[in-house]
């Protein structure tokens, strides 16, 4: 692998302008793709092997043309201090917004406050229901304007007004997290590198990977199936990785021109050391991201396969398009003292040196071997530390947080709120009932004691009159909860009524099925948190294997699994801390607590999963290079740990900053994402592989790379750590004066 990727990193350096135009090639083919191809897909709502979407599929096939799963807006009306909106003028208000709404483009219907149960029984609220003959992504811009400028009428009327609902269009987030990410990552990669050319080429190199990925992913999303939703994780992850990948390539560039290597063997020698723990890391991430396909959610699969292309594709830029760009800039990339020097050490401004040599008395040389002097505290407090985080996971509750989670600023939020006051806590999450009655001797009976045993369940406030199908067999009915719909009685109600279906069965001849936002969530949730397990023991268990054959060793990757537990559990306990108990809320900007996204352990444990083993890879592979080319396990430790640390920690800083700038945004969903994986990098990076594993290796000694002989011989040689390179290749080179290569015509 090394001496492969060794040849490949002088190749690319030496025929760099080919290189860059085969790049270039690449990104106009995929350019004109996307721009030739059709719109993208909506995201699918389809969640296979859940109750609430088979009666989905049912009300679709007994109820053509009810769209059960369309758009809709549901309008609040709050009459002013001391009125009823029944009274004249609110009366009056009602019935205008009615009758221009009925006749706005897409509207299918709408029902009157006034023709049902539309009024709460002190007559200070009402609502309208608005129904769209299309999907929500559907509704056009004249339709939202249309019932935008009947609010505003109603509201000038004297009322107050708000509207909530699938059709109103939500309010774009104010965050700048791209722009903070990408800010924070060019003065990271500035400072660190003190070279203007140093930190914009890794930027580069991610831009161009990232627009490689974007534009295929927009050419194939009709053929495919690919959403917006796939593009957007692509675009989060292909940053992040895309400059992690070039950064250690980079990184290890100036270490071999520290040493003396002229610019293409410092290339080669870079690709083939660090560009192999690129290979390894990203084939990690990669595993991780395929992994979401053991769920069983055709979305997540999307989403997990175009973000894991994203990542391979930043994998081959670093392996191609880095050495290439080295190639015009070899010296530019070194610090500004180091331009001029000659010889071993002329880097000594980065404090690096080839793993081998000894490592200057850098602050990670001193904590490694603080470390290595104390192991055993050292790993006690950073269990206990990341166990005591962690307790809060046990109380993870998964849903979907909607109008309720929005900043009180919104309209939504605002109709959520009056209708709750209005008609109680269970009105903005009314579950619906299907009745397949087809097997009843009398169906209509059938469907009229389903009614009433749903009435009769304790945690039911009412039934709506049930609404029957051309043949009068299936009829659908509406259940308000007493509770709210992220509440764990309304879940426990949910579960209720499904126990009593065999006996309703029995009795009536007639089944049904509950369905309907609320119970989507439920059930969306619940399957998701099945899925986590068999998830987690798969993802593990291929890293375990790729990352035995990387190491040759079988205590360091399970020293790997254990370590990554830790930090997620962690961070699962850090956002349960936060957005579901509400500590610390206040801080983040959360108004309202509730339920963690249903996705986000199976995000949380895939994505940091990837970048856990990115850590792993490149700080640990240092210490395996040190310890193969001839260094005692502990001095292994201190030497690798010294190279690379600080370039772990910045590709960690700018990683955080990439997550964390979504917590700017508005919706409380993506702060809770952006939340999650900044602290769970946090925890992985700073606490886990700075103090975890050095103080684990150090317990372990020799122990730590032991592997038995059979599985020795049995196990195929990759050389991640450039050991062939060693003997083979060419040695270092004394470079001319001010290291420009003049014979760039040779490999």
Not at 73 to 95: L, Y
Not at 185 to 202: D, E, I, N, R
Not at 549 to 574: E, I, M
């Amino acid at each position: 692998m090394a001496t492969f990727l060794y040849r490949l990193g002088r190749f690319a350096f030496r025929r760099r302008l080919p290189v860059a135009l085969l790049w270039a090639a690449v990104l106009g083919a995929a350019f004109l793709g996307a721009t030739s191809a059709g719109d993208p897909p909506d995201d699918s709502s389809s969640m296979p092997g859940i109750e609430a979407q088979h009666a989905y599929d049912l009300i679709d096939e007994r109820f053509p043309g009810a769209a059960a799963d369309g758009a809709d807006a549901r309008v609040v009306f709050v009459a002013p201090a001391g009125e009823k909106i029944t009274g004249g003028t609110g009366r009056a208000a009602v019935g205008a917004f009615v009758a221009d709404v009925t006749g706005a483009p897409q509207v299918a219907a709408v029902a009157s406050p006034f023709d049902g149960q539309g009024v709460s029984d002190d007559g200070t609220t009402a609502y309208a229901t608005v129904t769209y003959e299309v999907a929500e992504d559907d509704v056009s811009e004249a339709a939202r304007a249309a019932l935008d400028d009947a609010v505003e009428e109603a509201r000038d009327a004297g009322l107050t007004v708000e509207a909530g609902g699938s059709a109103v269009e939500p309010g774009e987030a104010a965050g700048l997290g791209e722009v903070v990410g990408i800010a924070v990552a060019a003065v990271v990669l500035l400072v660190t590198f003190g070279s203007l050319a140093a930190a914009g080429l890794p930027l580069i190199t991610a831009v161009v990977g990232i627009g490689v990925s974007m534009c295929a992913i927009l050419a194939l999303g009709s053929a495919l199936g690919l959403s917006s939703t796939v593009g957007e994780l692509a675009m989060m992850l292909g940053i992040a990785v895309g400059i992690d990948y070039s950064l250690f390539v980079v990184s290890r560039y100036r270490e071999e021109r520290a040493a003396g290597h002229e610019p293409r063997e410092a290339a080669g020698r870079a690709t083939g050391t660090a560009g192999s723990a690129v290979v390894f890391a990203g084939l990690t991430v990669v595993i991780a991201l395929a992994g979401l396909s053991v769920v069983g959610v055709p979305m997540l699969t999307k989403m997990g396969l175009g973000a894991a292309g994203a990542v391979l594709v930043g994998v081959l830029v670093a392996l191609t398009l880095v050495p290439a760009l080295l190639g015009w800039w070899p010296n530019a990339v070194l610090a500004r003292g180091a331009r001029g020097a000659r010889g071993p050490g002329a880097d000594s401004s980065y404090g690096a040196s080839p793993a081998g040599s000894a490592a200057p008395a850098t602050l990670a040389v001193r904590w490694a071997r603080f470390v290595l002097r104390r192991p055993v505290p050292v790993l006690l407090a950073t269990v206990a530390g990341l166990g005591l985080l962690a307790v809060p996971a046990a109380d993870l509750r998964l849903g979907m947080p909607g109008d309720e989670a929005k900043p009180a600023s919104t309209t939504e939020r605002r109709a959520y709120d009056a209708l709750a006051a209005g008609f109680g806590p269970g009105f903005n999450g009314p579950l619906t009932v299907v009745v397949d009655a087809r097997g009843a001797a009398e169906p209509r009976a059938a469907v009229s004691d389903v009614a009433a045993a749903l009435d009769a369940t304790d945690g039911v406030v009412s039934v709506s009159p049930p609404r029957f199908d051309d043949a009068g067999e299936t009829a659908v009915l509406s259940a308000t909860p007493a509770t709210a719909p992220t509440s764990e009685r309304t879940r426990d109600l949910v579960h209720d009524i499904r126990g009593q279906r065999a006996a309703t069965e029995a009795a009536t001849g007639a089944t049904y099925e509950v369905t309907g936002a609320t119970a989507l969530n439920i059930d969306v949730g619940q399957k998701l948190q099945d899925a986590l397990i068999p998830y987690l023991a798969t993802v593990i268990g291929l890293a375990f294997l790729l990352l035995l054959l990387v190491f040759r060793s079988v205590l360091v990757p399970l020293k790997a699994a254990l370590g990554f537990l830790l930090s997620v559990l962690a961070a699962l306990g850090a956002v349960v801390t936060v957005f579901q108990q509400g500590h610390l809320a206040g801080l983040f900007g959360i108004e309202q607590t509730g339920p963690i996204m249903s996705m986000m352990p199976i995000f949380l444990v895939g994505i940091v999963f990837g970048l856990a083993m990115d850590y792993q890879v490149f700080l640990v592979s240092r210490m395996r290079e040190a310890y193969v080319h001839g260094e005692d396990a502990r001095a292994a430790v201190v030497s690798g740990f010294g190279h690379s640390a600080r370039v772990v920690a910045v590709a960690a800083v700018i990683m955080m900053a990439v997550f964390a700038g979504f917590m700017t945004g508005g919706e409380q969903v993506i702060r809770m994402i952006g939340f999650g994986l900044a602290v769970a990098v946090l925890f992985d990076a700073v606490v886990v592989r700075m103090a975890f594993v050095p103080a684990v290796l150090a317990l372990l000694g020799k122990r730590a790379w032991w592997l038995p002989a059979w599985l020795d011989r049995l196990l195929p040689r990759v050389d991640v750590e450039g050991e062939a390179l060693g003997r083979g290749a060419p040695g270092p080179r004394p470079v001319p004066h001010g290291g420009a290569d003049h014979d760039l015509t040779r490999v």
